[in-house]
């Protein structure tokens, strides 16, 4: 299948996804070009997440920045929380720049099911993301209990809760699943900036990535819809937006 014939079934859900290679290949450009760093300048984090298909599906390009530092749990969310990014802004080049990416991710097969993917070696599509299809059921039958967050299942639990903040919303979109993850970004997105905000950084730029990661069955790869391309110049403490850069029309 050629790759347009892949962008037109991500695009049916998600109309600005690129590539998940290409961003990387844009993002690359943009750091060398934009900011005139080498990607060995580079210190990137991500909040994907930790479902191993985010692994597999991996651009191999990004082994040129340094890292990744693993920020994300279920879904994406940045589990790592506060001490993670402190500990993640104390590892970048002085004169370099952390990159992160993150927001959570869902399945789109070839046949442009939503919520699934076809697996290598496996006969029937699973699902994807599965803690956002979790939260959505337990959400739909009313068995999430306002501010119920156990150390057994806290990550899990915490996607419950942020379903459960936006109720009526999920459950009276017309795709839930699709809105469930909207919600989920916007919780993503949310957090990230707040401990960025709360952070000191030792270098000259900090770039913020947020995007819905949509994976798709083991033949097609994976495909990235940027919703937040900034970046903040810890020099001028000036913030710039450059999400025209991913845009494919």
């Given at each position: 299948m050629k790759k347009r014939e892949k962008l037109e079934?991500?695009?049916k859900w998600y109309p600005n996804a690129i590539t998940t290679i290409d961003s990387v290949n844009t993002l690359i450009d943009f750091v060398e070009n934009e900011l005139d760093l080498e990607p060995q300048k580079v210190m990137l984090a991500d909040s994907l997440c930790s479902d191993d298909v985010n692994s597999i599906q991996y651009p191999a390009r990004t082994?040129?920045?340094l890292g990744p530092f693993k920020m994300g749990g279920l879904d994406g969310f940045p589990f790592t929380g506060l001490t993670g990014m402190a500990a993640f802004a104390s590892h970048v080049p002085d004169d370099g720049a952390v990159f992160i990416y993150y927001g959570p991710h869902i399945g789109i097969t070839k046949n442009g099911t939503i919520g699934e993917i076809h697996r290598l070696g496996q006969s029937k599509n699973s699902?994807?993301?599965g803690a956002a299809k979790g939260a959505l059921a337990k959400l739909s039958s009313n068995q999430i209990v306002e501010g119920n967050?156990?150390?057994?299942?806290?990550?899990?639990n915490t996607?419950?809760?942020?379903?459960?903040h936006n109720?009526?919303?999920?459950?009276?979109?017309?795709?839930?699943?699709?809105?469930a993850t909207e919600v989920i970004y916007e919780?993503?997105?949310?957090?990230?900036?707040e401990l960025v905000e709360k952070t000191n950084y030792n270098c000259k730029y900090v770039i913020l990535a947020g995007a819905i990661l949509i994976n798709s069955d083991s033949d097609m790869g994976s495909?990235?819809?940027?919703?937040?391309?900034?970046?903040?110049?810890?020099?001028?403490k000036t913030r710039k937006n450059f999400d025209s850069n991913f845009s494919f029309s």
């Open positions: 079934i991500i695009r082994q040129e920045f699902g994807c993301c967050i156990s150390e057994i299942d806290y990550q899990m996607l419950e809760q942020i379903l459960f109720k009526e919303r999920v459950l009276d979109a017309e795709a839930p699943l699709f809105e919780a993503i997105d949310k957090r990230i900036n495909f990235t819809e940027i919703r937040r391309f900034d970046v903040i110049n810890l020099e001028t």
